[in-house]
C-alpha cells in the first residue's frame, strides 16, 4: 500500500509539472501572439471577463475543497460516503446555475463596473456572458474531478488539464490567424471548456474499476449542515487571499482603463507561473495530508507538513526574488517593447507572490491543526486594510495599487501564518528555529538582490542572449546561496523524506 501511494503521488507530482509546464506555455505565448492580432485593450479586457468570473465563483463558499475533505473521510462507511456525495452535488449544481445566471441577466451590469468606455463596456459583456454560462456548467460538474481525486487519479486530472490548455491555444492561434476577431478568445476557451468539464465525467463513466464511485442518497441535513459549516471556514481563509491577490487588476481596469489590467497581468505573468508551481507541491501532497488527518496520525501530518513548506516557502523567497531583479528586462523583450513595467512594480508584486504562498501554506495548516478561527477572524481586518489603503493612495497607478496590497498582506495575514507556521515547526522535530531561519534567508534575499544588480550592469539586458546570460549566472548564484542557507544535510533529509535532527 506504501509503495502504490508513493507512485500515485509521484504521478500526480509529474503529471502536475507537465500541466503547469502547459499552462506556463499558453501563458507566455498569449500574449505576444495576441499583441501581434490585436490591442492591448483587447487584451486587458479578456483579462478583466476571466478575472469577473472568478469573483463570482467564490459563490462557492469554499464547498469544493470542503466537499473532497468530507468525502475523503467518509469513504470508509458506505452510507454516509452516499450521503456526503449527494449533499456535495446538490450544493454545486445550484452554484453552478447561479453562475450562469449571473451571466445570462448581469452579464451588462457587471461590464459597465470594471469599464468606463461605452464601447469597451458591449465587448466585455459579451465575452463576460460566454464565460460566465460555461463556467457556470462547469461548476455543476465539479463532482467528478472530485470523485477522481479520491480515487487518487489526481494524475488523470492533470492531463485533461495540459490537453485542455494546448486546445485553447491551438485554436485561438488558428482563430486570430484567419482574422475571427476578439471572438477568438472565446474560441480558445470553449476548446478547453470542452476538455476539462466534459472529460473527468467520461473517465469516472468508464472507469468500472474505482472503489469510490458516483452512488448516491437522499441528502441529509447534517451533512448539508457539516458541508457548509467547513466550507465556510475555507471560504473565510482562501477568499481574502483571493480578493487581494485580483483587486489590483480589477481596480486598474475601472480607474486606469483596461490598458493597466493587461500591463499589471503581463508584468505579473511570469511571477505568477513561479508561484503557480510552488502550489503544485502543496496541491500533489494534499491526497496524503487528508489520509493522516482521517487515520488521526497527526505527529507524522506535522512533520511531513513544515519540511515541504519550509522547502516551498524558502525557494520560493529565492526564485521570486530574481523575479523581480529580472521582470522589467523581459517584459520589455518578451513584448517587443510594447509593454514597460512601471518602477518598482515587479519588486512589490514579487512580494505579494510570496506572502500569498505563505498564506497557502498557513492556510492549510490551519485546518490540519483544526484551529481555522485565527486566519477566519482576520478576513474583514484585511479587506478593511486593503480598502483604507487604496483609499489613501491607490488611485495614483499600478505601483500604488500593489503597495495597498502589499500593505494589507503585511498587517492582516502574513503575522497569522507566522503563528501557525510556529506551532507546526515546534512539534515537527527540525534542527533550527524559524527566527534563525528567516534572519539568513533575509541575509540571503540580500545578497541575491546586489549579485542581480551588479549582473545586470556587467550585462545589460537589452537583447535576448545577455537577458539569459544574466539570468543563467543569478540563477546558479540563487542556488548555491539556497543550499547554503538551509544546509545540505537539512536538504538530504527532505529529499529522503525523514525529519533531520542536525544542522
Not at 500500500?1 to 500541466?19: C, D, E, K, V
Not at 483571493?242 to 487588476?249: G, I, K, T, V
Not at 477572524?377 to 499600478?398: C, H, K, P, T, Y
Request: charged residues 10%.
Amino acid at each position: 500500500m506504501r509503495g502504490l501511494r508513493h507512485q500515485r503521488f509521484t504521478l500526480a507530482l509529474a503529471s502536475g509539472y507537465l500541466s503547469l509546464l502547459c499552462a506556463v506555455g499558453y501563458s507566455f505565448l498569449l500574449v505576444p501572439l495576441s499583441l501581434a492580432h490585436a490591442s492591448l485593450g483587447v487584451l486587458g479586457l479578456w483579462f478583466l471577463g476571466l478575472q469577473a468570473c472568478r469573483y463570482v465563483e467564490l459563490v462557492d463558499l469554499g464547498i469544493s475543497g470542503a466537499s473532497l475533505r468530507l468525502i475523503s473521510q467518509a469513504k470508509l462507511d458506505p452510507e454516509e460516503y452516499r450521503k456526503t456525495i449527494s449533499a456535495a452535488w446538490l450544493v454545486q449544481t445550484t452554484q453552478g446555475l447561479l453562475i450562469a445566471g449571473a451571466g445570462w441577466l448581469g452579464s451588462g451590469v457587471l461590464a459597465r463596473l470594471l469599464v468606463t468606455d461605452p464601447q469597451n463596456q458591449k465587448q466585455l459583456a459579451g465575452f463576460i456572458f460566454w464565460i460566465f454560462i460555461l463556467n457556470g456548467i462547469r461548476f455543476s460538474l465539479r463532482i467528478f474531478p472530485n470523485l477522481l481525486r479520491v480515487n487518487q487519479l489526481q494524475h488523470l486530472l492533470n492531463l485533461l488539464t495540459s490537453l485542455g490548455v494546448l486546445a485553447n491555444l491551438g485554436v485561438l492561434t488558428l482563430a486570430l490567424q484567419r482574422g475571427v476577431g476578439p471572438a477568438a478568445f472565446l474560441w480558445g476557451f470553449f476548446a478547453e471548456w470542452l476538455i476539462q468539464a466534459a472529460g473527468p465525467l467520461i473517465l469516472v463513466g468508464l472507469r468500472r474499476d474505482l472503489p469510490h464511485r458516483l452512488v448516491l442518497a437522499r441528502p441529509g441535513a447534517a451533512g448539508l449542515k457539516a458541508l457548509s459549516r467547513f466550507g465556510l471556514a475555507v471560504f473565510q481563509m482562501n477568499s481574502t487571499r483571493f480578493l487581494l491577490e485580483s483587486a489590483p487588476l480589477v481596480l486598474a481596469g475601472r480607474f486606469l482603463g483596461p490598458e493597466s489590467s493587461a500591463i499589471w497581468s503581463i508584468v505579473a505573468r511570469a511571477g505568477t507561473c513561479l508561484r503557480d508551481l510552488l502550489a503544485q507541491i502543496q496541491i500533489s501532497a494534499a491526497p496524503a495530508f487528508y489520509d493522516l488527518i482521517a487515520k488521526g496520525e497527526r505527529a507524522r501530518m506535522n512533520q511531513a507538513f513544515t519540511r515541504l513548506s519550509t522547502l516551498s516557502l524558502s525557494l520560493g523567497l529565492v526564485l521570486l526574488s530574481m523575479f523581480a531583479a529580472w521582470d522589467p528586462a523581459f517584459v520589455f523583450l518578451w513584448t517587443s517593447g510594447k509593454c514597460v513595467a512601471p518602477s518598482y512594480l515587479p519588486l512589490l508584486i514579487a512580494c505579494i507572490l510570496w506572502i500569498q504562498i505563505w498564506n497557502v501554506w498557513s492556510a492549510e495548516a490551519a485546518v490540519s491543526l483544526f484551529r481555522t478561527k485565527p486566519l477566519a477572524s482576520g478576513f474583514l481586518q484585511e479587506v478593511v486594510v486593503f480598502a483604507v489603503a487604496f483609499g489613501l493612495f491607490g488611485r495614483l497607478g499600478l505601483v500604488e495599487m500593489a503597495g495597498a496590497a502589499l500593505l494589507a498582506s503585511l498587517t492582516s495575514s502574513f503575522p497569522r501564518g507566522i503563528i501557525l507556521f510556529q506551532n507546526l515547526w515546534d512539534g515537527s522535530s527540525l534542527p533550527h528555529g524559524i527566527r534563525g531561519l528567516l534572519m539568513r534567508g533575509t541575509l540571503s534575499i540580500a545578497l541575491l538582490w546586489v549579485a542581480a544588480q551588479v549582473c545586470q550592469i556587467l550585462i545589460p539586458p537589452h537583447d535576448l542572449p545577455s537577458f539569459g546570460l544574466g539570468v543563467l549566472l543569478s540563477s546558479l548564484l540563487a542556488l548555491g546561496i539556497w543550499v547554503l542557507w538551509l544546509g545540505p544535510s537539512w536538504l538530504m533529509a527532505l529529499s529522503r523524506g525523514l525529519p533531520s535532527r542536525s544542522v
